[in-house]
């Protein structure tokens, strides 16, 4: 499986793409910045100037049942977000 597992498309990711010229993708944990430069670059055709990571806790959740409070917590992950050269766009929505 590839390095990147899904680009992040939300309201506030998607402000800073049309602001900062600035994606956001869900990657694997064990991926360091280089390895993830190197898949943008080749999966999307860009120049990446800078990437930042990090690692999103996990948050806890409870669920009120009829046999009583059911505890649990989603899963952390790591997120990298990926300044692109001024003048340069990814498309997430062309391959649909």
């Known amino acids: 499986m590839g390095i990147i597992i899904k680009p992040i498309v939300t309201e506030k990711m998607t402000g ?3 602001k900062l010229n600035r ?10 910045k280089i ?8 999966m ?3 120049t990446v100037t800078d990437v930042n990571t990090l690692v999103v806790a996990p948050k806890t959740k409870s669920r009120y049942t009829k046999s009583g409070i059911i505890n649990g917590k989603t899963s952390a992950y790591k997120k ?6 001024e ?5 997430f929505y062309s391959n649909i």
């Open 16 to 18: 800073l793409s049309e």
């Open 23 to 32: 994606y956001g993708f869900r990657v694997q944990k064990d991926a360091n």
């Open 35 to 42: 390895q993830i430069k190197q898949a943008v670059e080749a």
């Open 44 to 46: 999307y055709n860009v």
């Open 80 to 85: 990298a977000i990926v300044t692109v050269k």
């Open 87 to 91: 003048g340069e766009q990814i498309d």
